[in-house]
């Protein structure tokens, strides 16, 4: 009972594309090194000839969970609207592609599925009495910069935050308490607890900025301006700096876009949580005990642990992505990271080392 550990093993993705591990590799890694038992997947990812994977795939991927005496924890699933080509996918459509998922995932011995947080409510609603024939849970993912209460933060009007509903995790709660069910909730990201860019993420928007005194610039002023008055004042300021809208999200972040403390009032609705992390350091006077110094783990984990979460938090290692421009003989060792992250969730959830 408690606060459970797994990984997503979508943190191992640079290891799996330059074939040093195996799906199989990983859950071994996961069960006698980190000594847990929680597997997350990227369908796509993971599963052999997805959507449509073949008896003896779906046979081998359960024994060999079977066989070290792991668990499924969540699948997560992307809809392709554009699948079909000659149009974009309908809501229908988009419900019938969740409702395949949702059979895929009970064959796989998974206990939730995890849409995208761009998934309509609606599409959720249409696959729901399928997640409950097949026993199922439906997360939808709170991830950044989505908050977990709305009209806590300001929703930009440009970039990557303006196409979200910062009233989505509302719309999930009032989904789950009309239809009475317990297949639908929620799937925090810890990245909503991010309250500053990661070292990783600077130093990669500096080598391929054209102005790197333009980051500088953001870093030290986003206290000052709400996202998009940061465009205009950038634009004023370096003319020519050319960085995307993505990257200047990115460098202005300087409060979580989510309170810790509001975890407190959906942990009735997780499903499971996405440990999101981008760069374990060790804590200075502290050997041995990590943090990523970007993101605060402590506070939230503290709200968990006493107000009684039970439940899996899968480590999701992101910041291999901000390194791999650098070469090869650059890469950061991914299984180190993770390893250092567990570290970390043992730790502050109070568990034996």
């Not at 196409?163 to 709660?173: E, G, T, V």
């Not at 200047?248 to 407190?264: F, G, N, T």
């Amino acid at each position: 009972m408690g606060i459970k550990r797994g990984v997503s093993l979508y943190s191992y993705q640079q290891a799996q594309f330059f074939k040093q591990m195996s799906w199989k590799d990983q859950i071994v890694e996961v069960h006698d090194n980190l000594k847990t038992d929680g597997i997350e997947i990227i369908d796509e990812a993971v599963i052999r000839d997805y959507p449509f994977p073949s008896e003896e795939f779906i046979y081998d991927w359960n024994n060999f969970m079977a066989r070290y005496d792991m668990k499924a924890v969540t699948m997560d699933i992307y809809l392709d609207v554009h699948q079909f080509r000659d149009h974009i996918m309908t809501h229908r459509e988009a419900a019938e592609r969740l409702k395949n998922d949702i059979k895929l995932a009970a064959k796989l011995g998974f206990a939730n599925v995890r849409p995208l947080c761009l998934v309509p409510i609606d599409v959720i609603e249409m696959a729901l009495e399928t997640a409950e024939k097949y026993n199922v849970r439906i997360g939808k993912e709170i991830h950044a910069p989505l908050p977990i209460k709305p009209g806590t933060r300001v929703q930009p009007t440009k970039g990557m935050a303006a196409a979200l509903d910062f009233k989505m995790a509302d719309q999930i709660i009032e989904l789950a308490d009309r239809t009475g069910s317990k297949h639908v909730g929620l799937v925090p990201d810890f990245g909503i607890f991010q309250h500053s860019p990661s070292k990783v993420a600077i130093d990669y928007a500096k080598r391929h900025a054209k102005m790197p005194e333009s980051i500088d610039f953001i870093l030290e002023n986003s206290k000052d301006y709400e996202l998009d008055d940061m465009y205009t004042v950038l634009d004023e300021k370096y003319p020519n700096h050319g960085l995307d809208l993505g990257t200047v999200e990115r460098m202005s972040l300087h409060r979580s876009s989510a309170d810790p403390e509001d975890i407190i009032d959906i942990i009735p609705y997780i499903v499971s949580i996405h440990g999101k992390f981008y760069d374990m350091t060790e804590i200075p006077g502290k050997p041995g005990c990590y943090e990523d110094k970007a993101i605060d783990y402590e506070t939230p984990m503290k709200y968990l642990r006493e107000n009684g979460f039970d439940g899996y938090i899968d480590s999701e290692f992101e910041g291999q992505r901000d390194q791999q421009d650098m070469g090869e003989e650059h890469l950061v060792d991914e299984v180190e990271q993770v390893r250092r992250h567990h570290e970390m969730l043992r730790r502050l959830s109070g568990q034996e080392a």
